[in-house]
């Protein structure tokens, strides 16, 4: 039986109001159920936010500085817990070791980073244009922080969004993305082993339909920060512009390498491998349009054809794989959908594009190959035109 | 093409042939994202022209689109963000609020923009 993990509400492990809770499984074995977390509802977001508000009163009036303390201890137990932390993540979110041990480091130095500044969250003072007179401006903590999390970077982005929330004196309500709850679960463990004020973190899972909705529509969340689609971002900025809010949108991306013809090619196709493969290609900067010299067009993809080739896919616990898999069956379908419509648009697979066969230990995970796909050609950037039109710049 | 202008997000790379930097840079800003961008090459001038003409939050020279680092601001243009940056220095002006204080020990009322005399 997989464990059942709660919320953490109002200073306690709490299970959801509703008693509904949703499965948590390892994208590279779908039968290995890590565990049952909290579908969540409104009601629970509830108590977080009045909890929330008398963290807010404690957090707010303590000095800067020791707030920057409590960081630094949070970046010492992540130090110490980064191996197991890594391990956790790598079975919820699939992504190979030696990248989720880099995910817990970027919250070590986003931590130590936070702790630094509680000792200079400067404020000015400037000369007044009148005699006997100080002119002066310094940074408040402004209240609840909402904070809305994707898949990809279990802890680096939650840690990315908390700690300077937390750092100028904001309580937070963290409301992660369903495919991740373990990591978030282990990170506030080590917030309130760290010290903090139990009130000043709410953690409350559940789907950004029902709990993320209700947080950014919250009249006593004033702040907001997202990671996600650019769809989604575009729902929650119209809600929190009717509300006035503060908001922060990390959304989508379409990342170009360019290659020119004076490059270092080895160096350019390392480059490549790391930034179109690592993370499986699911890093909001992951690098997903080559943009290669015609001068070396021909022999750059024959180098990354043969390179992309002989990566390994497997389960990121496997120390010898280089890709992990897909996070969800959603995910893996979407990326064969795209293929598809490159073919039938004229582009050639010239490595990849297919759910990798004959390989046992691939067979339950949403594993889908390294894939490029050459001879494609510039449509233009709105979608509105009909594919024949030609843009006026190409 | 799709694949050419919509965000994947997976091992899925597509490969465009352009005849010189300045088109290299026109496609790489065609796009309605702007996050991260990338130029391998040994000419500094066109890395100089690339850092200030790719239209992306982000760019690398000599290294891939991927790796950012803690304390520099991270975020991108267009449809790719709200002007917002996380990391770095910046993402502390978004948690906090300025308050601006005045104090004025004249103990007169000096009136802002009239008083003005020498």
Redo the contacts between chains.
Sequence with gaps: MAPEFKNFIAGEWVAPASGDYFENRNPADWNDMIGRFPRSSAADLKRAIGSAQRGFGQWSKTPAPIRGQVLLRVGQLLVERKEDIARAMTREMGKVLAETRGDVQ?GI??AF?AAM?GRK?FGRVVP???????????????GL?GLITPFNFPLAIPT??MF??L????SVIFKPAEDVPHTAHLLVEVLLEAGLPAEVVQLVHGQGSVVGRALVEHPEVP?I?FTGS?ET?SAI?ATCGKMHK???????????????D???LE??LD??L?????????????????????KI?ERF?QM?SDRAGKLRLGPGLDENAD?GP?IHEE??Q??AE??D??KK???SV?I?GRIPQGDKRLECGWF??????????????S?RRKSSDR?S?C | MRVEQEEIFGPVLAVLKVKDLAEAIRVNNDVKYGLSSSLYTRDVNAAFRAMTDLDTGITYVNAPTIGAEAHLPFGGVKQTGNGHREGGWEVYDFYSETKTIYVDYSGTLQRAQIDTEL
């Design positions: 970027e130095d986003t980073y500044e969250l007044s244009e009148l005699r006997n007179k100080w002119a002066m401006s310094y940074r408040r903590p402004i922080a990315w969004k300077p929330a750092l100028c004196g904001n702040v920060s650019t971002g900025g503060r908001l922060s949108l990390e959304m989508g991306g379409k990342n170009a390498m360019m290659v020119m004076d490059a270092d160096l350019a480059g490549v790391w930034g179109a493969f690592g993370t499986t290609g699911q890093r909001c900067t992951a690098t997903s349009r080559l943009i290669l010299h015609e067009h993809v990354l890709v897909l995910a893996r979407k990326d795209y293929v419509i490159a648009e004229g582009a010239a990849g889908y190959e390294p894939t490029v796909l050459t001879g494609v050609s510039r449509a233009c950037a979608s843009c710049l």
